[in-house]
């Protein structure tokens, strides 16, 4: 039973009643004008149902005009949005959460520091300084009880700061003290103008990684200075505008959760004041982390969108049924690579919210018939059963999870393997689903149960060409080479998409020479792929030596190697062993052979051919199809 998240903490004129923050981010959700609208109304409070002590919003522009970004974003700059943000920090503070808000000034988002900083008049620096207290003194008046300033990652606090940027004459440049004066006018400014409403709260980038760029030990310093002008500090690391380092800032599932725990434990320990971070934490990592002693609060967002009941389940002794995160990175992606409204792998509902009305069961109750246990089929037989249907699922194999189970074979894929255990699990203790493991439906049998409805997520099939040297061991198809002691030492892996390279990674990691040749260009591989991830994925294939070539083709497998089909002509990769990674495909004839049983029909996951072969579309298309039942 966890305790120490659930230890009520006082910040400033605030007393928040759990150590958990719901970090800030941007879901592009609201009006165009960047007004408070339903769709984020409603996601926004399905955030404070978490249980979440503070629930922040994201991204909110302090500027009088719209974002020069684009996107849905809130505009905190201009009265007109207090009717609104009143609604949203009431609405937070209904659940027993405190409402914050991060405030950006968006014309200096991801701009150029150097004309940002240099480029500045004095007077144009006075008035981003005054933006940011004006929009403050809104968004307090409007009920918000915690001023979020975003000074890192980039923004224009922490590029006043870097001593790279900043060759100023006036109070703001050249010293170190003078360069820590724009954000203690800033915090001046707003904490004279929210008249003591609220606490301040205050992210900072411990290092921003790259060469000549701030360091952990200049930020250190950095804090002892704002220290007493802030009321929680909230440690994270990297630069937005640098792409390399977004998977530092939003980790994969390759990366170690907590990776930023140490560097908040050194702010602990020089710092007066409570330190938060964010760091890829879930509630165990931050269980662990308060009550060592290392942290004061732990802020996440990923998981509390996995499963925006969490800490209420963690506070009622049931972490066993909290959905876990696999860190694919699908929300951010979108928001962050894309611009697009937030969706979330595992939760259907994230974002769309309003489209459905979850709560209310199905008018009538039906038997639903569900053919495949895999993740689709997973997914639909609990929506349905949650419905108030009755669900009978067949699986062919003797375990559930389809190719989800070989997909988890690698350690590396820690939180993919928990999130299927928790699907299976959430499924077995379901009375209203019943499962018949080891059994291959037929038209004839799922005929036999008379269903209402017939769900077809019988999943797809690996291609697997032919060669010279299959079956002789030299061939593995990746679904069996991960995990395996009979790959060799040297490898070359066939096919560049997300599974060709998380195995690749794998493999070299296990200290195996590996190559990917696929016929894509350079800047196709891993396509289709979360962005954040590939970024990942490709750094820490060339860190680990992985050689990749590009525009070749697989003539054949020999006992000498990989024939290859290059621009100057044919060329043999030698090899122990070559694994097969070139995607998946339908069985039409199987899906169509169901369609007969019943009129109501539904084709989920990787067999109904809408950009399969991962979690967020196997979820989707089996929650949708659910709804429709």
């Known amino acids: 039973m966890k305790k120490a998240i659930f230890q009520p903490i006082k910040l400033g004129p605030v007393t928040v009643k759990n150590r958990i923050e719901v970090a800030p981010a941007a879901p592009f959700l609201t009006n165009h004008d960047g007004t408070v609208s339903r769709e984020f109304f409603d996601y926004t409070m399905n955030l404070a149902k978490s249980g979440a002590g503070i629930v922040t919003i994201g991204v909110s522009n302090v500027s009088p005009e719209l974002s020069p970004m684009g996107g849905r974003c809130l505009n905190v700059g201009s009265p007109l949005v207090m009717s609104g943000l009143n609604e949203l920090a009431e609405g937070i503070k209904a659940y027993g959460a405190v409402p914050g808000i991060e405030l950006v000034h968006s014309r200096y988002m991801l701009a150029d520091p150097f004309k940002v900083v240099g480029e500045t008049s004095t007077e144009e620096v006075e008035k981003i300084i005054a933006d940011f207290a004006n929009a403050a003194a809104i968004c307090a008046n409007s009920g918000f009880q915690i001023i979020f300033i975003h000074g890192g990652h980039g923004n224009v606090p922490a590029m006043f700061f870097n001593k790279k940027f900043n060759n100023r004459t006036d109070r703001f440049g050249g010293s170190f003290k003078n360069r820590c004066n724009f954000a ?54 990297g630069l937005l505008e640098e792409d390399s380092l977004l998977p530092t800032i939003n980790p994969p599932l390759y990366v170690p959760k907590a990776h930023n725990v140490p560097f908040a434990r050194e702010f602990r320990k020089r710092l007066h004041i409570p330190v938060c971070v964010v760091s890829a934490m879930d509630l165990d990592t931050a269980e662990a982390a308060i009550e060592a002693g290392d942290i004061d609060m732990a802020a996440m967002i990923r998981t509390i969108l996995a499963d925006t009941e969490c800490v209420e389940k963690a506070r009622h002794g049931c972490d066993e049924d909290i959905r876990p995160c696999i860190r694919c990175n699908t929300c951010i992606s979108r928001t962050h690579s894309q611009f697009l409204e937030v969706r979330c792998a595992v939760n259907p509902v994230v974002g769309r919210e309003t489209w459905f009305r ?113 079956g002789t061991g030299k061939v593995l198809w990746v679904g069996e080479a991960e995990g395996s002691s009979a790959v060799g030492d040297r490898v070359v892996v066939c096919g560049a998409g997300c599974t060709g390279l998380e195995a690749a990674l794998d493999f070299a990691k296990q200290g195996k020479k590996v190559t990917i040749v696929d016929m894509v260009p350079e800047d196709r591989i891993g396509a289709g792929g979360a962005p954040i991830n590939l970024i990942a994925l490709k750094l820490m294939l060339a860190e680990a030596g992985v050689d990749i070539c590009c525009e070749v083709k697989v003539e054949d497998i020999t006992e000498e190697g990989v024939v290859l089909q290059t621009k100057e002509g044919r060329k043999v990769l030698p090899c122990d062993t070559a694994v097969l990674s070139f995607g998946f495909r339908t069985d039409m004839a199987l899906v169509d052979s169901f369609k007969e049983v019943t009129p109501d029909w539904f084709v989920v996951g990787d067999c109904a051919g809408a950009g399969g072969g991962n979690v967020f579309s196997a979820t989707t298309t089996a929650f949708n199809a659910a709804q429709r039942i």
């Open 358 to 470: 979850t709560d209310v069961p199905a008018r009538i109750s039906k038997k639903v018939v569900v053919i495949g246990g895999g993740p689709a089929g997973l997914e639909a037989a609990r929506d349905c059963a949650a419905r108030g249907h009755k669900v009978v699922l067949f699986e062919k194999n003797a375990l559930p999870g389809g190719n989800l189970n070989l997909a988890t074979a690698s350690a590396m894929k820690k939180d993919l393997k928990d999130y299927l255990a928790w699907s299976v699990r959430q499924c077995e203790k379901d009375p209203a689903i019943t499962l018949h493991y080891g059994c291959a439906a037929t038209p004839e049998l799922v005929k036999n149960e008379n269903p209402d409805a017939v769900i077809i997520a019988v999943g797809s099939k690996p291609i697997i060409p032919v060669f010279t040297a299959s």
């Open 184 to 237: 203690k006018e800033l915090l001046t400014a707003v904490r004279e103008k929210i008249q003591g409403k609220a606490a301040i709260e205050y992210r900072i980038s411990a290092e921003e990684i790259l060469p000549d760029m701030t360091t952990f030990e200049e930020t250190l310093d950095f804090a002892e200075e704002i220290q007493d002008y802030i009321d929680l500090l909230h440690v994270s690391r």
